[in-house]
């Protein structure tokens, strides 16, 4: 099966940044296509609530599979995975993983510098993790492994003190080893994000949040990709657990037509 690399790396090169709609399961990834969404990718938090897991790992990576299988199955449109640290404690395995994706249609990954252990997450050294980056794309491409991998930094989302400082020094370590963009979630401050992107020569990918400058703005300040993360399904579940309390209220079915 096609993974559609060479056409995933290229939307990230067009003048308009690219909206990366984040699915849980295919129903969902079905959906974003026929509105014309160009790419999508899971979002591991929501596909984790999906199957009644916590995020970071918790989930088992066949169940995990299975998913994104059904998923690549049931569109055309590039397909990246969120593959949070991994699910791998060597390289070999991580690659493993990542080719198992690439057999089944995959484009792109995303992979993080941080990892929860007994439900805390926490940044890892940067330098170390770029040297295992390296080693991940050296084997990938001496298999013949065309993968976009987007490497997830959290300086922002675990709200470091000194976020900005921290993020640009993980782009200086993470832009040289062969990954192909880098995304920074939970940045919104408009000046932090292209301090970022004037750093990166790579595109940056920023994720929404309540106070997100808007898709144009993000796009002047030179941001590549734009993901929904998990928001619009916790949005979506939200609705649904009003929609049961109306009902179970007012003993009828009327509000849902």
């Not at 990834?29 to 984790?48: D, G």
């Not at 916590?54 to 995990?64: L, R, W």
């Not at 397909?79 to 390289?91: H, P, R």
């Not at 976009?148 to 003190?161: A, K, Q, W």
Request: net charge negative; glycine share 6%; charged share 20%.
């Amino acid at each position: 099966m096609k993974n559609r690399f060479e056409d995933f790396l290229a939307l990230h090169k067009n003048s308009e940044a690219l909206l990366v709609a984040n699915v849980w399961n295919a129903q969902s990834a079905r959906i974003f296509e026929q509105k014309n969404v160009k790419a999508i990718a899971t979002s591991s938090q929501a596909v984790a609530e999906t199957l009644g897991y916590a995020d970071g790992e918790a989930m088992d990576i066949e169940e995990y599979m299975l998913i994104v299988k059904r998923i690549a199955a049931s569109v055309s449109i590039p397909f990246s995975v969120d593959l949070e640290a991994g699910y791998g404690n060597t390289t070999e395995q991580i690659c493993n993983n990542i080719s198992r994706l690439y057999s089944m249609g995959v484009s792109g990954i995303n992979i993080e510098d941080s990892v929860v252990i007994n439900g805390q997450r926490t940044i890892v050294d940067a330098e170390t993790f770029a040297q295992k980056l390296k080693s991940i794309c050296d084997q990938l491409n001496s298999a013949g492994v065309k993968m976009f991998i987007n490497v997830r930094s959290d300086s922002f989302l675990l709200g470091l003190p000194n976020a900005l400082d921290d993020a640009l020094s993980r782009i200086d370590h993470y832009q040289h080893t062969g990954v192909h963009g880098l995304f920074f979630p939970c940045v919104t401050n408009i000046s932090d994000i292209e301090k970022i992107t004037e750093r990166s020569k790579l595109p940056v990918n920023v994720m929404c949040m309540p106070n997100l400058p808007n898709f144009e703005q993000l796009q002047n300040a030179g941001v590549k990709r734009i993901s929904v993360g998990p928001f619009l399904n916790m949005n979506i579940y939200k609705g649904l657990e009003n929609s049961i309390e109306k009902i179970v209220t007012e003993g009828s079915f009327s509000s849902l037509f």
